[in-house]
């Protein structure tokens, strides 16, 4: 247990000056910035979204980011709740809707996020979060991209 523990601070002392300092405060600065920008589209992507998706236009997933760590990723909603009668949910292609498609295929689906950048949760650059079942199936170096 203690090399292993000696190896986390190794590897934690290996960063160079722009993944302690920089990288963070970078992708506050430049999550900030788009947010602003970007905030008349956001604004109408919620709007309409709401009229779309009949209700909340957002999706939140619990996802692992740095050192594995749970926290809910954002998207906009895409798909309707819908379900068969035993109450299981229908297949994706049946439950996705015009403007989910819309939004799908520009990836604009993918705007909140910037949220979850501005809170520390994400990075601009880095590994995309997978779903956190994963995690318990992950290989030594597979789980490295939570560093």
């Known amino acids: 247990m203690a090399q292993k523990d000696t190896q986390q601070v190794f590897e934690k002392k290996r960063q160079g000056i722009y993944a302690r300092y920089i990288k963070r405060g970078m992708d506050f600065i430049l999550s900030?910035?788009?947010l602003v920008?970007?905030?008349?589209?956001?604004?109408?992507l919620t709007i309409?979204?709401?009229?779309?998706?009949?209700?909340?236009?957002?999706?939140?997933?619990e996802r692992p980011g740095k050192d594995a760590k749970i926290f809910k990723m954002?998207?906009?909603r895409s798909m309707l709740h819908a379900t068969d009668k035993e109450g299981n949910p229908l297949p994706d292609d049946q439950r996705i809707t015009p403007f989910g498609h819309k939004l799908r295929s520009t990836s604009l689906d993918e705007m909140p996020q910037l949220?979850?950048?501005l809170k520390g949760d994400m990075s601009i650059v880095g590994p995309r979060p997978k779903m956190k079942d994963f995690l318990e199936h992950y290989t030594p170096e597979q789980k490295r991209r939570h560093e």
């Open 115 to 117: 949220i979850n950048v």
């Open 32 to 34: 900030l910035i788009a």
């Open 48 to 61: 309409t979204g709401m009229a779309a998706m009949k209700g909340n236009p957002f999706f939140a997933q």
């Open 74 to 76: 954002m998207k906009f």
């Open 37 to 44: 920008i970007l905030s008349p589209l956001l604004l109408l």
